[in-house]
């Protein structure tokens, strides 16, 4: 099995950053893209950021030159730095990671979500 735990969310004030992190552990052989998506009450789940592991990155448009998305692969890790907070970006933040994991002779591609974490931006 696999689990993505996330770290990181908090309340902070306009203009604020927070820095979330999200931590992949079990049956891993490797781990293709990584990202972050959140949720905010009444809306759709929407993209934030994705990174390959090549390290190519991916924005929405609403968070462009505001958040970095970063990993560490030695650690199966990605993280989000959040600058520049808004009161818009206040929402759960879920982590999710395309594993590839070992299923007798064959890697298999699988998806995981993280169980989310709350970010509240206050104006």
């Known amino acids: 099995q696999v689990q993505l735990v996330e770290s990181g969310g908090g309340l902070v004030q306009a203009g604020g950053s927070l820095r979330l992190s999200c931590a992949a552990s079990?049956?891993?052989?490797?781990?293709?893209?990584m990202g972050w998506y959140r949720q905010a009450p009444g809306k759709e789940r929407e993209l934030v950021a994705t990174?390959?592991?090549?390290?190519?990155?991916n924005y929405a448009d609403s968070v462009k030159g505001r958040f970095t998305i970063s990993r560490d692969n030695a650690k199966n890790t990605v993280y989000l730095q959040m600058d520049s907070l808004k009161p818009d970006d206040t929402a759960a933040y879920f982590c999710?990671?395309?594993?590839?994991?070992?299923?007798?002779?064959?890697?298999?591609?699988?998806?995981?979500w993280g169980q989310g974490t709350q970010v509240t931006v206050s104006s």
């Open positions: 999710n990671s395309n594993v590839l994991r070992q299923v007798g002779g064959a890697l298999i591609p699988i998806t995981y």
């Open positions: 079990g049956n891993i052989a490797a781990i293709n893209a």
């Open positions: 990174i390959t592991r090549s390290l190519m990155t």
